[in-house]
């Protein structure tokens, strides 16, 4: 018996590129949703930049169908607003001001389809000085706090080691969408959703906020460790790798130094408190660290985690691939290409009870739905090839 997925019948098209829109539709596409990617003719920005470039489009693209149009051009504009006016929902990513100059804007869309759901990812927002500058993750990243809380106290400041803030947009864009999609379903009435990465890049330091707005003292940069608790995401060197710890609490930290056998440490004036610790913190790692040079890895983590101390091996990505809690989850997925060839990919991080994972469907070739979507429209044939010959599509 087959399973109806949730967003089974929606239909979507994505003008995305690059990570945060089409990481949104992405999650839309495993949900059930018809995506149809649209592309210039000469392919979307990430197929041009290498392996970094083929990643994006594997992980953020499976199970798509894409269309190639040259948007620039009336008679591709004309195509665009067909598949739209079939459509529950548009997103798109690209340069604020750039869907306006293709008639595509969300106020032409709305005002022609009242009911549709309009997403628009930017960098900076729409309305702020900065709305027409370009923007990426590592704009966001810096321009947030992100970067200068990020690194070792004497170094310069750091990126994340990933585009998360461009990939958490996309899931904040999915989720804002799925909201204005259920009040469609109420009222009959469409919306507009606007993301920027720069909002996204601040709301994932909540915390590190919050402390500020509280204290009004800046947060510092202190590499790893935690500014006002003791230890807390602190490294920890074994005989064979390196591990991370939190035990800031009294009652964790008492453990934690019963553990490793050194329950004097809970009583040296110098670690009696959260305070004191915080304080004296490099002393405090010296003793920890001596304990744990004496363990092996998997030696350290059966004896924290199995007593209730929070601890993670720092893992390598094929260390994180081989985790038997990851191969549990069932992230990485194995899709098929085109061509038939098959590759790993990661499905979304989420379970529904009510539909399996993901299925097998990898990333669509550029234009390789093209013709297909223009049947659908209504093209015969000829209009098809002539449209191909005039530049205005792309076909596989």
Request: with cysteine.
């Amino acid at each position: 018996m087959s399973i109806d997925k949730p967003l089974d019948g929606v239909r979507v098209v994505d003008f995305g590129q690059f990570i945060a829109a089409p990481a949104a539709t992405q999650i839309l596409v495993d949900l059930g949703a018809d995506v149809i990617k649209v592309e210039p003719v000469h392919g979307e920005s990430a197929r041009g930049i290498g392996p970094a470039g083929v990643a994006m489009l594997q992980n953020y693209n499976r199970g798509k169908r894409s269309i190639a149009l040259d948007l620039k051009d009336p008679q591709a504009q004309e195509i665009a607003r067909k598949l739209i006016a079939g459509a529950d929902i548009v997103v798109q990513n690209l340069r604020p001001g750039v869907m306006e100059s293709f008639g595509l804007g969300a106020e032409e869309v709305l005002a022609a389809h009242p009911w549709m759901v309009y997403a628009t990812v930017s960098g900076f927002g729409l309305h702020g000085p900065s709305k027409y500058r370009p923007g990426l993750d590592i704009a966001a990243q810096a321009e947030s706090g992100m970067m200068w809380v990020t690194g070792e106290a004497d170094s310069e400041p750091q990126k994340v080691g990933a585009q998360i803030v461009d990939v958490a947009s996309g899931y904040v864009c999915a989720q804002a969408i799925l909201a204005a999609y259920v009040r469609r379903l109420r009222t009959g009435e469409g919306d507009t959703v606007e993301v920027s990465l720069l909002e996204v890049a601040l709301h994932l330091q909540g915390t590190n906020w919050g402390q500020y707005l509280i204290t009004g003292e800046e947060p510092i940069r202190k590499g790893n460790g935690q500014p006002s608790i003791a230890p807390a995401a602190d490294v920890m060197t074994t005989k064979d790798g390196n591990l991370v710890l939190s035990a800031y609490s009294d009652v964790h930290f008492h453990r934690l130094c019963r553990l490793i056998g050194r329950p004097d440490l809970a009583e040296d004036p110098r670690f009696a408190s959260n305070t004191l610790r915080v304080a004296n913190r490099q002393a405090m790692l010296v003793e920890l660290r001596s304990a744990f040079s004496t363990m092996t890895s998997d030696e350290a983590m059966e004896l924290l985690t199995t007593n209730g101390v929070v601890a993670g091996r720092i893992n390598t990505y094929p260390e994180a691939m081989r985790s038997a809690d990851v191969e549990a989850s069932g992230l990485f997925i194995e899709v098929s290409d085109t061509d038939g060839a098959s590759h790993t990919a990661l499905g979304s991080p989420w379970h529904l009870g009510s539909m399996p994972k993901p299925g097998s469907e990898g990333d669509p070739d550029l234009g390789q739905h093209t013709a297909e979507l223009l049947a659908e429209l209504g093209y015969p044939p000829t209009a098809v090839d002539a449209l191909e010959s005039s530049g205005i599509v792309h076909l596989r």
